[in-house]
């Protein structure tokens, strides 16, 4: 299975907002609202800031937020912050019933 | 709090068959509906999913690596496990598990353990 298409890089500047796409097909993302949204810093496991597309788990920052249309899904990170500089991977279950990831997007604060 | 930890060698010759454990602490590994999954990660690469498991025995596996794998569980010892066969270079990763909430979202996961293939 391909995974999820993300773009490569996305920056921006403390305060402002910037979104990461995430492009799948009629199978996976099209398909279910099982979309969720992975943080990862530098040597550190994978931390889940959003899931079933825009639900935030206790903890997570509000800043944070997820939507879907068609077959992509996107996060928004408002406010961006030094610490929001990360890796993010998007993943959805799948037709197959199996579970596919985003090829990942590095989020830098300029 | 619920706690993973995974474990095994982190060094494996090619061919050979990788062996992890993941145990679970702080919660039981038969909660009717959550589920049991491994994740690897190559150096400097993205998330792969390998699989999954419920503690009923069902499983589902990443179609790219469904002939090398399976993933067991063993409620005695409250932790679940996974085999690779014919392990080759590109093979090599931090392999993580963690807890699948059900909808398919992972909210705890292990540290990661580095699982090198070389002679």
């Known amino acids: 299975q391909s995974a999820l298409t993300q773009p490569a890089s996305v920056s921006g500047s403390p305060g402002q907002s910037i979104t990461i796409s995430c492009t799948g097909g009629?199978?996976?993302?099209?398909?279910?609202?099982?979309v969720a949204w992975y943080q990862q810093h530098p040597g550190k496991a994978p931390r889940v800031v959003i899931h079933?597309?825009?639900l935030r788990p206790s903890g997570v920052s509000d800043r944070f937020s997820g939507s879907k249309s068609g077959n992509t899904a996107s996060l928004t990170i408002s406010g961006l912050q030094a610490e929001d500089e990360a890796d993010y991977y998007c993943?959805?279950?799948?037709?197959?019933?199996?579970?596919?990831f985003g090829s990942g997007t590095k989020v830098t604060v300029l | 709090q619920l706690q993973l930890q995974e474990s095994g060698p982190g060094l494996v010759k090619p061919s050979e068959t990788l062996s992890l454990s993941c145990t679970v602490s702080g919660g039981s590994i038969s909660t009717p509906k959550k589920y049991w999954g491994w994740i690897r990660q190559p150096p400097g690469k993205g998330l792969e999913w390998i699989g999954t498991i419920h503690y009923t025995g069902d499983t589902y596996y990443n179609p790219s690596l469904k002939s090398r794998i399976t993933i067991s569980i063993d409620m005695s010892q409250n932790q679940f496990s996974l085999k690779m066969t014919s392990l080759t270079a590109a093979d090599t990763a931090v392999y993580y598990c963690?807890?699948?909430?059900?909808?398919?979202?992972?909210?705890?996961w292990g540290q990661g353990t580095l699982v090198t293939v070389s002679s």
């Open positions: 009629s199978s996976d993302i099209g398909a279910y609202n099982n």
């Open positions: 993943s959805s279950f799948t037709r197959s019933t199996t579970h596919v």
């Open positions: 079933d597309v825009s």
């Open positions: 963690a807890k699948d909430e059900g909808t398919s979202w992972y909210h705890d």
